[in-house]
């Protein structure tokens, strides 16, 4: 096994946030929300203080809302608006990860068995090392959560958390990158 694939540093790493909006979010159960919107803060915080590319993608706005406010007052990009279901089907996307020129991507978002395992593998096919923590995606469904992330780490994405990632890219403690983020683990 390569273990280079379980490697991240902050100059090779995206943030890829696909489709967290308002009406996946209002068919979800509200405690799986927050749990998936306080792990994806903790990463775009964390990606700030590291200066890592986010990237985000909403799912036909016209018919599912937009971003949620909460995680798009954190972002100053716009949102690239789809209706393939892998984010890599949408050209404006292929384009501007393509020219963010970043191997390492941590891929966050809904639902998990359709566009985030759809872009996972469209990544994967195209020589990105993906990194999916568990805890920062979710389906409508705990069984099309858990199978989403089985067919993605078949297809050899790295299924983590939140945290390993994040600990992965602070690499020690003490640090302020280390205080700042602490606040958002808690």
Known sequence: MKLEKFFIKP????????????????AMKEEIVE?????ITTLIELCKLYHIPIVFTEQYPKGLGKTLDRIKTLIN?????????????????????KDIG??????TGMETH???????????????????PYDAVCSRRKQDWQIGLELM??????ISCTETLAFQILKKAG????????????
């Open 175 to 186: 640090t302020t990158e280390f205080k700042k983020i602490l606040e958002f683990i808690k």
């Open 102 to 107: 970043r191997q390492k991507i941590i891929l």
């Open 114 to 132: 359709v566009c985030v395992f759809q872009t996972a593998v469209d990544l994967l096919a195209r020589d990105y090392h993906v990194f999916v």
């Open 153 to 158: 780490k078949q297809a050899g994405a790295v």
């Open 35 to 39: 749990k998936t919107l306080k792990n």
């Open 77 to 97: 990009e716009e949102a690239i608006e789809k209706i393939s279901f892998s984010s890599v089907g949408e050209e404006k996307f292929a384009n501007k990860i």
């Open 11 to 26: 100059e090779n790493s995206l943030l890829i946030i696909i489709d967290v909006q308002e009406k996946l979010a209002k």
